[in-house]
T-cell receptor, first 114, second 116 residues
Framework: AQTVTQSQPEMSVQEAETVTLSCTYD???????LFWYKQPPSRQMILVIR??????QNATENRFSVNFQKAAKSFSLKISDSQLGDAAMYFC???????????FGAGTRLTVKP | GAVVSQHPSRVICKSGTSVKIECRSL??????MFWYRQFPKKSLMLMAT?????????EQGVEKDKFLINHASLTLSTLTVTSAHPEDSSFYIC????????????FGEGSRLTVL
């Protein structure tokens, strides 16, 4: 079974600074998707960024980028120019291209200090 | 993006009663939907996979007789918590895959169940 590990329960960053959230995963599959979801206090799950495993190029979405290391099974999220609205729980997730369900890490609570 | 709507967003019920939560894909057809449970300050735990027109597949440890899942159409899946107990109180979230599978799951707003 696939597992997703987020080793940082909490992180803090100063507004306008950069922060990196860590994620590792375990799988024997070669075709899969990786995601970072944001969950604000409203509890709505919001997709931040996604990465297809077959793509070598790291995904970027405005201030959000990932460092995808397939061999190391690592998928970290970098948030640049942090904003107060970035404060939330961040979940790393894995989804097999075959099975389809999505598995989540334990989450990292990000605090942004003004 | 695709929209998934969940209803009700909050429900309070008495112990021993049953509660139904609906999950609808509003602007797309969802052959597969997933139901998750989230305890306070915890991650999302997959409960079951719901496929249109067939029986749901439950994760290990999830009681299928307590958490009844029905996926009667391509746009609707329901989760019924039967004979609810206080320990069933939780946040339940549904999600759906777009037909054609873009990889991403689309999530409902979640339903907070409180059993008194």
């Amino acid at each position: 079974a696939q597992t997703v590990t987020q080793s940082q329960p909490e992180m803090s960053v100063q507004e306008a600074e950069t922060v990196t959230l860590s994620c590792t995963y375990d799988t024997s599959e070669s075709d899969y998707y990786l995601f970072w979801y944001k969950q604000p206090p409203s509890r709505q799950m919001i997709l931040v960024i996604r990465q297809e495993a077959y793509k070598q190029q790291n995904a970027t979405e405005n201030r959000f980028s990932v460092n995808f290391q397939k061999a190391a099974k690592s998928f970290s999220l970098k948030i640049s120019d942090s904003q107060l609205g970035d404060a939330a729980m961040y979940f790393c997730a894995y989804r097999s291209a075959l099975i389809g369900d999505m598995r989540f890490g334990a989450g990292t609570r990000l605090t942004v200090k003004p | 993006g695709a929209v998934v709507s969940q209803h009700p967003s909050r429900v309070i019920c008495k112990s021993g009663t049953s509660v139904k939560i609906e999950c609808r894909s509003l602007d797309f057809q969802a052959t597969t939907m997933f139901w998750y449970r989230q305890f306070p300050k915890k991650s999302l735990m997959l409960m079951a996979t719901s496929n249109e027109g067939s029986k749901a597949t439950y994760e290990q440890g999830v009681e299928k007789d307590k958490f009844l899942i029905n996926h009667a159409s391509l746009t609707l899946s329901t989760l019924t918590v039967t004979s609810a107990h206080p320990e069933d109180s939780s946040f339940y979230i549904c999600s759906a895959i777009l037909r054609g599978n873009t990889g991403e799951l689309f999530f409902g707003e979640g339903s907070r169940l409180t059993v008194l």
